[in-house]
C-alpha cells in the first residue's frame, strides 16, 4: 500500500493535533513528502520533537485555513516548491457544543463553520485546479459521525459536518473522470488526550485511535484505493 506513496507530496492540513499528528506520521513513514499546516509554531515545534524522523524532513506551513485569499498563497507557494501535490488531507476541525441549541451563542456557531466548513471550501479551492491540471491526486477530508446521526447537544457542530459531507459528495461528481478523487472518514469518537480529559467517566476501549484513523487515510491516498471515490468512510472501532 505505501509502496504507490513514498515518492508523493502530501498536504495536510491541521496536521500538528492529535490526528493529525497521527496521520502526519503514517505518510512520514511511507517516505512522502509531508507539508503540514498550523495555526501556532509551538504546536509544529512539538510535532517534530515527537515525530519518527522519515526520509524527508516534515515542512510547516503556518496558516488560517479559514482566510481564503492566506489559503490561496500558501498552496500556490507549495506548488511552486514541489511542483505538485499529490494529495491533500484536510483533518483541520473543532467540537463545541455540551448545549442546547437555543443556549448556544452566534460565536459557537460562526467557529463551527470557520473551522468545519469554510476550511474546508477553501483548501479545496486553492487544491483541486492545481491536481486537475495533472490529471491526478487524492482528497481526504476529515469529517464526522456526527455529521450523519447528530446528537443531543452538539446541533450546530453536526450541522457542520453534514454540510462537509455534502460539499465532498458534490464534489466526487464534479470530478468524477477527472484522475482526481474525493472520499471523507467519519470517525466516531477519537482516543485523544483531550477526549479523555472530558470525558473522565467514559468507557474509552470504544473509541478509536488516531494511528488506525490515519491508516486509513493513507490507504485512500494510494493507488490501492484508485476505485474508491466519493465515499464516506465510517471509522470507529468499536463504538
Not at 485555513?65 to 514541489?82: I, M, N
Not at 455529521?147 to 464534479?174: D, Q
Not at 478523487?181 to 488526550?193: E, F, K, Q
Not at 485512500?220 to 471515490?229: E, G, I, K, T, Y
Request: net charge neutral.
Amino acid at each position: 500500500m505505501t509502496s504507490s506513496i513514498s515518492s508523493r507530496v502530501v498536504l495536510v492540513a491541521g496536521g500538528t493535533g492529535a490526528l493529525g499528528g497521527a496521520v502526519t506520521q503514517a505518510f512520514v513513514d511511507t517516505g512522502a513528502t509531508v507539508l503540514v499546516t498550523y495555526r501556532q509554531r509551538k504546536s509544529f515545534d512539538a510535532l517534530q520533537k515527537q515525530l519518527r524522523a522519515g526520509a524527508v524532513p516534515v515542512e510547516g506551513i503556518e496558516l488560517d485555513a479559514s482566510d481564503e485569499a492566506a489559503v490561496r498563497a500558501a498552496v500556490a507557494a507549495c506548488l511552486a516548491r514541489h511542483g505538485r501535490l499529490d494529495a491533500m488531507v484536510n483533518a483541520i476541525g473543532g467540537w463545541a457544543g455540551g448545549v442546547k441549541l437555543w443556549q448556544q451563542d452566534a460565536a459557537a456557531f460562526d467557529q463551527m463553520i470557520d473551522l468545519n466548513l469554510r476550511a474546508t471550501h477553501a483548501l479545496l479551492r486553492a487544491v483541486v485546479p492545481a491536481m486537475q491540471a495533472r490529471g491526478a491526486g487524492a482528497l481526504v477530508n476529515v469529517a464526522a459521525m456526527s455529521g450523519l446521526v447528530p446528537a443531543a447537544g452538539s446541533a450546530v457542530y453536526s450541522a457542520a459536518k453534514a454540510a462537509v459531507l455534502a460539499l465532498m459528495t458534490a464534489l466526487a461528481e464534479e470530478l468524477r473522470g477527472s484522475g482526481v478523487r474525493a472520499n471523507s472518514v467519519l470517525p466516531g469518537t477519537i482516543d485523544t488526550p483531550a477526549n479523555r480529559s472530558a470525558m473522565p467517566t467514559a468507557d474509552a476501549t470504544q473509541w478509536t485511535a488516531p494511528q488506525d484513523i490515519a491508516r486509513v487515510i493513507v490507504f485512500l491516498c494510494s493507488d490501492d484505493a484508485r476505485a474508491v471515490h466519493g465515499a464516506a468512510i465510517p471509522v470507529r472501532g468499536g463504538a
